[in-house]
């Protein structure tokens, strides 16, 4: 049985993740920030966006029965996977509304195509890609969050069509 490639299916059925999407976002900029204050630097953005990354995946990998997620991944410096049946998620920092850096990688240039070539997706009947951008102000806190399945625009990585996950902007982190 495959799910529906709509945008309305997809946010349905993505909508119990977007809390813990938020809040372990807007956690790990909080992190991220308070390292850079300790050292008393300025935030350096790859740093940063490395850190948030950590964060969510040791939170992504606690929660993983209870938020009913499987085959999460760290992908290093290339963002995190996981999938959330039947979508396959990659998330990462977005760079100007686009994904950066990921023309080098032919697995992510698949991912982008739509082509589910790992066995274990393929054995998960994955129905879309999906990628998740989040983004930050000039103080490092949670911006946008968006999500839609990805694709190639005007040779940049950006996303076919997308739908912006709620940001409650007076929500402290947990």
Same mark, same amino acid.
């Given at each position: 049985? /495959?799910?529906?490639?709509?945008?309305?299916?997809?946010?349905?059925?993505?909508?119990? #993740? %977007?809390? %813990?999407?938020?809040?372990?976002?807007?956690?790990?900029?909080? !992190?991220?920030?308070?390292?850079?204050?300790? +050292? /008393? *630097?300025?935030?350096?953005?790859?740093?940063? *966006?490395? !850190?948030?990354?950590?964060?969510?995946?040791?939170?992504?990998?606690?929660?993983?029965?209870? #938020? /009913?997620?499987?085959?999460?991944?760290?992908?290093?410096?290339?963002? !995190?996977?996981?999938?959330?049946?039947?979508?396959?998620?990659?998330?990462?920092?977005?760079?100007?509304?686009?994904?950066?850096?990921?023309?080098?990688?032919?697995?992510? +240039?698949?991912?982008? *195509?739509?082509?589910?070539?790992?066995?274990?997706?393929?054995?998960?009947? !994955?129905?879309?890609? #999906?990628?998740?951008?989040?983004?930050?102000?000039?103080?490092?806190?949670?911006?946008?969050?968006?999500?839609?399945?990805?694709?190639?625009?005007?040779?940049?990585?950006?996303?076919?069509?997308?739908?912006?996950?709620?940001?409650? *902007?007076?929500?402290?982190?947990?």
């Amino acid at each position: 049985m /495959g799910a529906e490639l709509t945008e309305g299916a997809v946010r349905e059925s993505l909508t119990p #993740l %977007f809390p %813990f999407l938020t809040r372990t976002l807007q956690r790990g900029c909080a !992190i991220a920030t308070t390292f850079f204050t300790v +050292q /008393g *630097a300025p935030v350096d953005s790859a740093l940063a *966006a490395y !850190i948030v990354r950590w964060y969510f995946l040791l939170a992504l990998r606690r929660r993983i029965p209870a #938020l /009913g997620v499987e085959q999460v991944e760290d992908l290093g410096l290339s963002g !995190i996977s996981f999938v959330a049946p039947p979508y396959h998620l990659r998330i990462w920092k977005a760079d100007e509304a686009h994904v950066a850096g990921l023309a080098t990688s032919s697995t992510k +240039q698949a991912f982008f *195509a739509q082509q589910m070539t790992f066995d274990w997706v393929r054995a998960a009947s !994955i129905a879309l890609n #999906l990628a998740v951008l989040w983004d930050v102000d000039a103080q490092w806190r949670l911006r946008s969050l968006w999500v839609g399945p990805p694709q190639v625009v005007h040779e940049r990585f950006g996303l076919a069509w997308q739908f912006a996950i709620p940001i409650d *902007a007076a929500e402290a982190p947990s």
